[in-house]
């Protein structure tokens, strides 16, 4: 019933978004800041009802859709899924606190837009049947390329929405042809029919290939990460948001959820696959990073290089690996937001991302610079932040499985310390190049929660820990990897 609701308030968001006149411009926002933040406080409840000692999905919905086909729209959490649901319920309304004196084409189909995109997302989370989370998988993709195509900051807009839709939507098709092979070999596409039926090893490997072609893609993993740092430029500050924070969790989740769960020796099988291209990904990305001169390419190849290392932890197999990837990723959905929030202050003060512009806004801004250092540091994995956590087990997990792509993988601690002290000092120091007014209230109400996340997530990681441990157990010993 809980679940449900989160569904029913945002359905009724959406259908009173459409029945608001468009030139009622304030009932627009407050009614869609309203129904997200409603959404949000609802989702805590998910995290305070849930039941720590058992693995088995919670708060399930199973509603019946073809009975006769045997597919059933099956909803649910575990201690997988939770913290992406109470992620995704949180920054879509600091999304949309950030964006509240953006004014760029039809209001009403932005926040539509968003709203639509949220409701998808909780869907894609939750869906415990393959075929509606591959419906919903791919869904996502409608709102988030018209909020590129439509309200993007230039005209290669257009080309970063098609390189968005085309790059995500190719590689999804060989994930839907293995979604009906497992339909006619299995007769069944719910997950927890499927969790419990041994393919060939064969059909694993074939299978798993399929659905790697999809996630990589939301990942990004190279060589297909070129749509992301097109997209994020081209993105309102809102979309960039979104897209860092949320959406490439999408693929990182479904290695989770249905490679590494349905097939388990495959995912072994494919490891070395997994490490080299994730290993390449950090040191290239990173190594990219420091020649970028525009601020919201810079932070994009800094969050392809961070999602390649929760790759890493994801398969080294060992539970300790498996929850400090998905803290590192709920710690990226904190620290990158607030990175791209931050390049959104700048941009909407001086209508530029070049980094050559910007300098010695210490004088001017300092409550902004001081939230700069600070997501600064974490996004370097200062102790006390939540990215310390994160990877710290990351790379402890990784030296157990894998000497070699430890090493290498950790060379992205160096080089991330390069790219973001030399961003940092261009910004905050050196001779006043611009002048402007420091952080708005509205503005220090939109990061106050992002730096009480990662500081809480830093010091104290065992309230998120203690809800994944059982599900994370138990997805390493179906898998027999203990």
């Known amino acids: 019933m809980l679940l449900n609701s989160l569904f029913f308030i945002l359905i009724l968001g959406i259908l009173g978004l459409i029945i608001i006149p468009s030139s009622s411009k304030l009932i627009l926002r407050q009614y869609s800041l309203f129904t997200t933040t409603l959404v949000f406080i609802l989702s805590l409840f998910l995290w305070l009802g849930f039941d720590q000692s058992t693995p088995k999905f919670q708060f399930i919905t199973d509603s019946l859709w073809l009975p006769l086909a045997n597919i059933n729209l099956i909803l649910g959490v575990d201690g997988i899924s939770l913290f992406f649901v109470l992620l995704t319920t949180l920054i879509f309304p600091l999304c949309l606190l950030a964006s509240w004196t953006f004014n760029k084409g039809d209001l009403k189909t932005y926040l539509i837009s968003f709203l639509s995109m949220e409701l998808v997302l909780l869907l894609v989370f939750t869906s415990l049947d393959l075929l509606f989370f591959y419906i919903f998988f791919e869904a996502v ?5 018209l909020v590129i195509g439509i309200y993007g900051s230039r005209q290669r807009k257009i080309r970063a929405a098609y390189m968005f839709f085309l790059y995500t939507l190719l590689g999804s098709l060989f994930m839907l042809v293995g979604v009906v092979y497992i339909y006619l070999s ?50 309102p500050t809102a979309g960039s948001v979104i897209l860092a924070g949320i959406l490439l969790k999408l693929g990182s ?30 040191v290239y990305t990173s190594l990219t990073a420091i020649r970028q001169t ?29 929850e400090a990837a998905i803290l590192q990723s709920l710690s990226h959905g904190f620290v990158s937001s607030a990175l791209f929030l931050i390049i959104g202050v700048l941009y909407d003060r001086w209508h530029t991302r070049g980094v050559k512009y910007y300098g010695g806004l210490t004088h001017t801004m300092p409550i902004f610079i001081i939230i700069f250092l600070f997501f600064t540091m974490a996004n370097l994995g200062l102790p006390g932040t939540s990215s310390f956590v994160g990877e710290f087990l990351l790379f402890v997990s990784a030296f157990e499985a894998n000497t070699t792509s430890c090493f290498f993988a950790a060379t992205s601690m160096i080089l991330g310390g390069v790219y ?11 001779n006043i190049k611009l002048v402007g007014s420091d952080l708005s209230y509205r503005e220090f109400v939109v990061f106050f ?34």
């Open 449 to 482: 929660p992002l730096v009480l996340g990662t500081l809480v997530m830093g010091i104290y990681p065992d309230i998120f820990f203690c809800p994944m441990h059982a599900s994370v157990s138990n997805l390493v010993w179906i898998d027999l990897w203990i």
């Open 141 to 145: 993709l409608i709102p988030m390329f």
């Open 253 to 282: 989740y479904g290695f989770l959820r249905f490679s590494l769960g349905l097939f388990p020796e495959a995912s072994i099988y494919f490891t070395p696959f997994i490490f080299s291209l994730s290993v390449l990904g950090v």
């Open 294 to 322: 525009d601020l919201k390419r810079l932070i994009a190849y800094t969050s392809v290089a961070h999602m390649n290392l929760v790759m890493i932890g994801l398969f080294t197999g060992t539970v300790i690996g498996i």
């Open 420 to 430: 973001s002290l030399w961003l940092f000092n261009r910004i905050a120091y050196g």
């Open 186 to 235: 299995v007769g069944s596409t719910s997950y927890e029919a499927l969790s419990v039926i041994k393919f060939s090893s064969y059909n694993q490997k074939w299978l798993w290939l399929a659905f790697f072609a999809s996630f990589a893609a939301k990942v990004p993993m190279l060589p297909v990460h070129i749509w992301l740092p097109e997209a994020h430029v081209e993105a």
